[in-house]
């Protein structure tokens, strides 16, 4: 068996070794370098740009402007990041905006010259978070409002009631490798190096762009270094760079700084959301209010969709969720891990938390009163849950129905416990993949898959294994290339379903295809010996996994694609099943009386998430969402000065994350055994956001149980817990 054993990463020796390349690192002959020039201001127009300065440095090849750029075709969701084509007029919606792109010989020239290109400007007063007018938004972007049962009824007959208010400020994905483009033209072929989760979503946007077929669009992206949503979609920079290389007539490599992260690819926006609860005197939910507002650009909406905890994670018979948003000068916002209920959970789970304590109940204790059975909104069955097994396994493991038995105090750090639950929903996309089984008895998967830090490439050589009966050391991986099978992006917690599955249905049709020469229906296989008795050098299987249909498998013929390029299925939608992963978190935090200091001394988390293909890398992609999560609640947020409506720190310098020193070595994170036959092929489902979920909430739940301050506002800084300590 394969699947369900610890494996190291396929392709950690390439990245350890300096051999992996990404986006960046590619310079086809005759490369010139770009450099964006951004507005300087926030809101208004541009009335000028003066390029002679830039010009007399030597090197520098052009200095494009709006009126030296081709005119776009239309660009339409969901592939592309801003719908607003990018130098095609003077307008101006968020500091940053790309105004001019400076082309040179050398990345020093570029820049030099860049920092030369004089800009003017008609400046109006910037929209900032808490001056927009906050509207409901349009009915196309999704639901905005929703009701089950009488919510008002249901909170006047409840016992106990509580009404709070929770923020999370704009944050920034920051991932290792900024964002970076290489762009070639042969004719009318254009060749892309990206930076992307998703090269699929190249091609259509591209020709779109510049009216070419899309299958003369060649995306190449097998490294992308760390994203968290920043590189989900086609971003503006990305079609500058196709856009000079054309009019240049040589290849131009584009890579983003750091402080052009902040404006050039979009951000988790401010989510301020209300939470009213009430309850009967036994804890049961007698009905949930949830009201959210996100900040989106200007002439562009996004929808974060906070409200989706309350929908979705507890029972009640009486739940109201309304969600608005407010336009503000920035660019257009992105998901961000863990979008939707990584802020939703943060309110939601407050406020729980909120309720137990006036209520006088243990938080886990209200939690299993309002186990969901069933989809609270929906009434479907879950494909499968295990959350119980979770909070059993979690409790054993942390003490918490023990605590109060340990010390409060230790030196000058007063002790708190919290939990909070953590719960996202599961998207599918569909996905393709190809097995080819070689003479010499060596396989080869191959997908378009990009590879992003998750370990998707591990994920395929296991499950391709796992099927052959082979030993995964005699499995190799092509990927992150448009020229290979279709596949989705990887994002949305999906992509292990939907590779996985894909590739579990190729290596299946391989199988199949060896019966045909002899080799037996299951059990081990001596692939080398089965293709040389048959006198074969090669067989091939195609898998195709639909999202919407899941038993569409191994030699198939339909397209999965035939749907779009963005063909999800969000939370089993059009099956009889409603699926999402589950777990909770238990922290214990130390806080300083005196200096407001919190720090992280133990965590325990379980989840319910199905089969779990790899556990080495399940359990670190689990850590690593506990520690990012640390880093919302006490460290990170993106200021935008409000006199210019630009980001106060634009550098890693002013941003604060976590390092080694602030997480303790005691992160307990595990899995309940599960097999959920109806998300996948192999019955996993995904994980990579879920860790990102829940551990807000219950940090600051610790922290009031340390010190009775209750803190509704992240991060969590010292002068919020000594603030609350004086009143």
């Given at each position: 068996m394969s699947i369900g054993t610890p494996r190291t990463r396929f392709e950690g020796p390439a990245k350890v070794t300096g051999a992996a390349k990404y986006a960046a690192d590619n310079y086809p002959v005759g490369t010139l370098h770009g450099v964006l020039v951004g507005a300087p201001i926030a809101y208004g127009r541009v009335t000028g740009v003066d390029a002679?300065?830039?010009?007399?440095?030597?090197?520098?090849?052009?200095?494009?402007?709006?009126?030296?750029?081709?005119?776009?075709?239309?660009l339409s969701p969901p592939l592309v990041a801003v719908l607003k084509s990018p130098m095609q007029d003077d307008w101006i919606e968020w500091e940053g905006q790309p105004v001019a792109l400076v082309v040179a010989e050398s990345l020093e020239a570029a820049e030099e010259g860049a920092a030369l290109v004089g800009v003017s400007t008609e400046a109006r007063e910037p929209i900032v978070p808490g001056r927009g007018t906050v509207e409901v938004p349009p009915q196309e972007t999704g639901p905005t409002q929703e009701q089950k049962g009488d919510v008002e009824a249901g909170l006047a007959q409840a016992a106990v009631r509580i009404s709070q208010s929770y923020t999370q400020p704009t944050r920034h994905h920051n991932p290792m490798e900024t964002s970076a483009t290489v762009a070639s033209w042969a004719g009318g072929r254009l060749t892309l190096w990206s930076a992307t989760q998703h090269s699929w979503a190249t091609p259509?946007?591209?020709?779109?762009?510049?009216?070419?077929?899309?299958?003369?669009?060649?995306?190449?992206?097998?490294?992308?270094?760390?994203?968290?949503?920043?590189?989900?979609?086609?971003?503006?920079?990305?079609?500058?760079?196709?856009?000079?290389?054309?009019?240049?007539?040589?290849?131009?490599?584009?890579?983003?700084?750091?402080?052009?992260?902040?404006?050039?690819?979009?951000?988790?926006?401010?989510?301020r959301q209300t939470v009213t609860l009430g309850a009967a005197a036994d804890g049961k939910l007698t009905a949930v209010r949830h009201e959210s507002v996100n900040t989106t650009a200007l002439s562009q909406v996004h929808m974060e969709q906070a409200t989706q905890s309350s929908r979705s994670n507890y029972a009640s018979p009486n739940i109201g969720l309304d969600h608005r948003i407010e336009r503000i000068n920035v660019t257009m916002p992105t998901p961000m891990?863990?979008?939707?209920?990584?802020?939703?959970?943060?309110?939601?789970?407050?406020?729980?938390?909120?309720?137990?304590?006036?209520?006088?109940?243990?938080?886990?204790?209200?939690?299993?009163?309002?186990?969901?059975?069933?989809?609270?909104?929906?009434?479907?069955?879950?494909?499968?849950?295990?959350?119980?097994?979770?909070?059993?396994?979690?409790?054993?493991?942390?003490?918490?129905?023990?605590?109060?038995?340990?010390?409060?105090?230790?030196?000058?750090?007063?002790?708190?416990?919290?939990?909070?639950?953590?719960g996202m929903f599961c998207a599918r996309f569909a996905n393709t993949a190809r097995v080819r089984v070689h003479g010499s008895g060596r396989v080869t998967v191959e997908s378009g898959s990009n590879d992003i830090g998750t370990g998707s490439q591990t994920?395929?050589?296991?499950?391709?294994?796992?099927?052959?009966?082979?030993?995964?050391?005699?499995?190799?991986?092509?990927?992150?290339?448009?020229?290979?099978?279709?596949?989705?992006?990887?994002?949305?917690?999906?992509?292990?379903m939907g590779i996985g599955s894909a590739v579990m249905f190729a290596a299946?049709?391989?199988?199949?295809?060896?019966?045909?020469?002899?080799?037996?229906?299951?059990?081990?296989?001596?692939?080398?010996?089965v293709m040389g008795a048959a006198g074969v050098s090669e067989v091939t299987g195609e898998g195709r996994f639909d999202a919407h249909l899941p038993n569409l498998g191994e030699g198939s013929t339909d397209d999965p694609f035939a749907r779009g390029p963005f063909n999800v299925n969000l939370?089993?939608?059009?099956?009889?099943?409603?699926?999402?992963?589950f777990g909770v978190v238990m922290v214990e935090v130390g806080v300083d009386r005196d200096l407001g200091l919190i720090r992280l001394r133990r965590a325990v988390?379980?989840?319910?998430?199905?089969?779990?293909v790899n556990p080495l890398a399940a359990r670190s992609q689990m850590i690593g969402g506990i520690v990012w999560e640390w880093g919302k609640a006490t460290m990170e947020a993106s200021i935008i000065e409000p006199r210019h409506g630009r980001f106060l720190s634009k550098n890693l310098s002013g941003v604060a994350v976590p390092v080694n020193a602030d997480i303790p070595a005691d992160i307990d994170v595990g899995f309940v055994d599960e097999f959920d036959e109806h998300a996948s092929a192999f019955g996993g489902k995904g994980i990579g956001e879920l860790g990102a979920t829940g551990v807000s909430a219950a940090i600051a739940n610790a922290v009031y149980d340390a010190v009775r301050v209750r803190?509704?506002?992240?991060?969590?800084?010292?002068?919020?817990?000594?603030?609350?300590?004086?009143t």
């Open positions: 002679a300065r830039a010009l007399a440095v030597p090197g520098v090849v052009r200095v494009l402007a709006a009126a030296d750029m081709p005119r776009f075709g239309q259509p946007v591209m020709a779109a762009a510049f009216g070419i077929a899309e299958a003369d669009v060649h995306q190449i992206s097998p490294y992308t270094g760390g994203a968290f949503g920043a590189k989900s979609f086609v971003w503006p920079h990305e079609i500058l760079a196709a856009a000079a290389a054309r009019i240049v007539g040589r290849p131009v490599h584009l890579s983003l700084s750091r402080p052009q992260m902040y404006a050039q690819v979009g951000h988790h926006p401010e989510v891990r863990a979008p939707v209920e990584g802020p939703g959970s943060w309110a939601l789970e407050s406020a729980l938390d909120e309720l137990a304590v006036e209520l006088k109940l243990d938080p886990l204790d209200l939690r299993l009163a309002n186990y969901a059975e069933k989809h609270p909104m929906e009434g479907r069955p879950w494909s499968s849950k295990k959350l119980r097994e979770a909070y059993q396994e979690a409790d054993a493991a942390y003490g918490w129905r023990t605590r109060a038995a340990r010390p409060r105090e230790d030196g000058n750090w007063t002790i708190g416990h919290g939990l909070g639950g953590a994920v395929c050589v296991l499950t391709a294994a796992e099927e052959l009966g082979i030993s995964p050391d005699l499995v190799d991986v092509r990927w992150g290339d448009s020229s290979l099978p279709h596949t989705s992006g990887v994002y949305g917690s999906s992509h292990t299946r049709d391989a199988r199949r295809r060896l019966g045909a020469l002899g080799a037996a229906a299951d059990g081990p296989l001596d692939l080398a010996a939370g089993g939608m059009g099956t009889p099943y409603s699926m999402q992963t988390a379980r989840y319910s998430v199905g089969r779990i803190v509704r506002r992240v991060p969590i800084l010292p002068h919020h817990v000594l603030e609350g300590l004086e």
